[in-house]
């Protein structure tokens, strides 16, 4: 199975911020990388799709890029709403998910 | 809306079985392909397995191969997950999610989802 490695586990930020973090495939994915959002006691929603492709009904302040095998998620002016864990996948093959980067 | 609403969780021994469902509204069920994906207490996510549009193939992770079985019923507009010879290591939210179209493995929707405990 291809693994999915984030970067980093946590980290600390506050309203208003430009919040960056990162996912790395262990090989080749091309651009089948999405992106979720988890907030405590409830389902993951999907934010970027391939890549860099924003989910409709998501906020346009998240933006994802990639670089070879590694993958950013950026928050543009973080908002109260937006601390919660991201997860990565990679939907190359048998999904795989990053253990998450939390924002608080 | 879409609206995935998943039941049938609760306490299970070691060793027992679980069935669990999943009711879709909102979108032409039988025109997606849906997935099952579970998560540990305080922990990520695990994708089980997935069952194409008509049923006529599934595939699932090596984690739970031979254990599991996903089902659908169209004319019901539900899901399926049968679960044998559970662990503790089972004991998770059990989600329901369908796969966006055109984009297999991505999951544009998902269920709160039904926790699975199993214990003694």
């Known amino acids: 199975d291809i693994q999915m490695t984030q970067s980093p586990d946590s980290l600390s930020a506050s309203v208003g911020d430009r919040v960056t973090m990162t996912c790395r495939a262990s090989q080749s994915i091309s651009d089948f990388l999405n992106w979720y959002q988890q907030k405590p006691g409830k389902a993951p929603k999907l934010l970027i799709h391939?890549?860099?492709s924003l989910q409709s009904g998501a906020p346009s302040r998240f933006t994802g890029n990639v670089s070879g095998t590694d993958f950013t998620l950026t928050i543009n002016g973080l908002q109260p709403e937006d601390f919660a864990i991201y997860y990565c996948?990679?939907?190359?093959?048998?999904?795989?998910f990053g253990q998450g980067t939390k924002v608080e | 809306q879409v609206h995935l609403v998943e039941s049938g969780g609760g306490l299970v021994k070691p060793g027992g079985s679980l069935r669990l469902s999943c009711a879709a509204s909102g979108f032409t069920f039988s025109d997606y392909f849906m997935s099952w994906i579970r998560q540990a207490p305080g922990k990520g996510l695990e994708w089980i397995g997935y069952?194409?549009?008509?049923?006529?193939?599934?595939n699932y992770a090596d984690s739970v191969k031979g254990r599991v079985t996903i089902s659908r019923d169209n004319s019901k507009n539900s899901l399926y997950l049968e679960m044998n010879n559970l662990g503790v290591e089972d004991t998770a939210v059990y989600y329901c999610?369908?796969?966006?179209?055109?984009?297999?493995?991505?999951?544009?929707?998902w269920g709160q989802g039904t926790l699975v405990t199993v214990s003694s």
């Open positions: 996948q990679q939907s190359y093959s048998t999904p795989t």
């Open positions: 391939t890549a860099s």
């Open positions: 069952i194409t549009k008509t049923g006529s193939s599934k």
């Open positions: 999610a369908r796969e966006r179209s055109g984009s297999y493995s991505t999951f544009d929707s």
